[in-house]
């Protein structure tokens, strides 16, 4: 399974959080159990779920491998991005229309 994050330089905060129920509950995993398997806390696991904390890339790898999944971080080169308006954000809508 791969998240291919097409277009955007980051993930959200809830994002990460939803990918973590959808992986664990597919392997239908409790977070109590998943939190064993990965060696982590099970306030850990409730708060990466809730969005109030984000996993590292290597606890989250720990995460997937725990509920039976290969994490693969997948970017792509795509035309360089730059600033049309001027406004520095990747994102802008401006420069999204300008582009
Ligand atoms: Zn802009």
Partial sequence: MSFALQGTMSVSVEDVATV?????????????????????????????????????????????????????????RVAPWFDPCGCNRIGCPECDALS
């Fill in 20 to 76: 973590i129920t959808t992986v664990r509950q597919s392997a239908g995993l409790s977070k109590r159990k998943l939190a064993i398997a990965a060696g982590i806390e099970p306030s850990e696991v409730t708060r990466y779920e809730n969005g109030d904390r984000v996993p590292t890339l290597a606890r989250l790898r720990l995460i997937f491998k725990a509920c039976g999944y290969e994490l693969v971080v997948q970017a792509e």
